[in-house]
């Protein structure tokens, strides 16, 4: 198990590096991801989604509280409070992010970049090793919500990209739901 870990891992990792796309099971489903910091793999993923009417939400995942402190610039540190006490993934709207592609930062309908702290060993190992964040893109692939089944993305997008495929687990992982929120100044939050 630990060979196909390591095997599949470095992989992922070779894929970022090289701008090329990696599917992989995070705690809130399947997610097409990419390097957050590289314009052109970022840019080239949205515009395929876009082109084909593909609904997708996305988000910038990072490993941990340090590496948001990295990435976005005047944080109420109160929210890292409050994440702690969830018990399912949140993702946040933050303002004021700075080094990711400038993509990143035009993607929503809403003033802002989504950003989550992930949970999922998997996804903290893989952004860890590879020392930036990923723009994660969540298509909906299987009824059943198991990880153990191949993933599935449609013929007109693995027509058009190149990915790798990370999936190290040997048995069905339960996906969870998560919510949006905004954090606001004065140190409430609003549910998108």
């Excluded at 395929?48 to 910038?60: I, M």
């Excluded at 969830?86 to 709207?93: A, F, R």
């Excluded at 990915?163 to 939050?189: M, S």
């Amino acid at each position: 198990m630990e060979e196909r870990y390591e095997t599949e891992m470095s992989t992922a990792l070779a894929a970022l590096q090289q701008g090329i796309y990696v599917v992989l099971p995070t705690e809130i489903g399947w997610q097409i991801a990419c390097d957050a910091t590289n314009e052109n793999a970022v840019c080239g993923l949205i515009n395929v989604l876009k082109k084909h009417d593909v609904c997708f939400n996305y988000e910038v995942l990072m490993e941990s509280k340090q590496q948001v402190l990295q990435y976005v610039a005047a944080i109420d540190l109160a929210l890292f409070d409050y994440l702690d006490e969830q018990h399912n993934p949140i993702t946040i709207i933050f303002n004021n992010v700075i080094c990711l592609a400038d993509a990143c930062l035009n993607l929503e309908d809403i003033e802002g970049v989504p950003i989550r702290i992930c949970n999922d060993i998997l996804c903290k190992q893989l952004i860890k090793r590879f020392r930036k964040p990923i723009l994660a893109c969540f298509l909906q692939v299987s009824q059943n919500n198991d990880a153990s089944e191949s993933f599935k993305i449609p013929q007109f997008i693995q027509d058009e990209i190149v990915y790798a495929l990370l999936n190290p687990y040997p048995k069905t992982q339960e996906f969870k739901n998560a919510k949006r929120i905004a954090w606001l100044v004065d140190g409430t939050y609003r549910v998108l």
